[in-house]
Nanobody, 127 residues
Framework: QVQLVESGGGLVQPGGSLRLSCAAS????????ITWFRRAPGKEREGVACITTRDGETYYADSVKGRFNISRDKNTVYLQMNSLKPEDTAVYYC??????????????????????WGQGTQVTVSS
């Protein structure tokens, strides 16, 4: 059973930075997508950034390109968030799903690709 545990959320001022972590365990295959989603109040859940385990492909939502960076170190996936804006305020979730092929763009952001979800971590950007 795959388990995902997020950490690193909190309150930060506009323009500040945070790093989220997703500790993953229980993988039995070698090819997964691991993706950060977020849900802001009153909005639908949206894909933020994705990384694949076999070859390290990365994908980003247009709204975070140039500000966020996703990386992986063994079984932990990080989301470095810089130049944060109030509209980045949301609960951030880590999700994972097995792959047979590259998910492509925008396929990576489809929630139907993901079988496993973490509990989420709150990120609040406010002065």
């Amino acid at each position: 059973q795959v388990q995902l545990v997020e950490s690193g959320g909190g309150l930060v001022q506009p323009g500040g930075s945070l790093r989220l972590s997703c500790a993953a365990s229980g993988f039995r295959l070698d090819y997964y997508a691991i993706t950060w989603f977020r849900r802001a109040p009153g909005k639908e859940r949206e894909g933020v950034a994705c990384i694949t385990t076999r070859d390290g492909e990365t994908y980003y939502a247009d709204s975070v390109k140039g500000r966020f960076n996703i990386s992986r170190d063994k079984n932990t996936v990080y989301l470095q968030m810089n130049s944060l804006k109030p509209e980045d305020t949301a609960v951030y979730y880590c999700a994972s799903g097995p792959l047979n092929e590259s998910p492509g763009d925008p396929g990576w952001s489809s929630r139907h690709l993901y079988d496993y979800w973490g509990q989420g971590t709150q990120v609040t950007v406010s002065s």
